[in-house]
């Protein structure tokens, strides 16, 4: 089964850290670009990250700008998200999506989601 499974979710209180991974598995994903979604409950799905397929181009969201890090390991078929400095606002479920664009595509418009982690920032 073709999948992406985030992990690395929790709670951590308002200042803190977290580095959320996204395991793809069933095939490889390194010619795809990636990106990390998040959805608080009430909200549509909003774009945090996204990465080329070969990781030279990022884009972020301007609200997490500065503070989170997309990176992929091509070799491990897994995508990183290090969250520092987290807010409240941070809350809620991340997403992991592929698409078979090459470039970063910061719309919702990919073509295979995970099933989410959650994250909750405490103040």
């Known amino acids: 089964q073709v999948q992406l499974v985030e992990s690395g979710g929790g709670l951590v209180q308002a200042g803190g850290s977290l580095r959320l991974s996204c395991a793809a598995s069933?095939?490889?994903?390194?010619?795809?670009?990636m990106g990390w979604f998040r959805q608080a409950p009430g909200k549509e799905r909003e774009f945090v990250a996204a990465i080329s397929w070969n990781g030279g181009s990022t884009a972020y969201a301007d609200s997490v700008k500065g503070r989170f890090t997309i990176s992929r390991d091509r070799a491990k078929n897994t995508v990183y998200l290090q969250m520092n400095s987290l807010k409240p606002e941070d809350t809620a479920v991340y997403y992991c999506?592929?698409?078979?664009?090459?470039?970063?595509?910061?719309?919702?418009?990919?073509?295979?989601w995970g099933q989410g982690t959650q994250v909750t920032v405490s103040s």
């Open positions: 999506a592929a698409t078979r664009a090459l470039g970063v595509v910061t719309t919702t418009k990919y073509d295979l």
């Open positions: 069933g095939r490889t994903f390194s010619n795809y670009a």
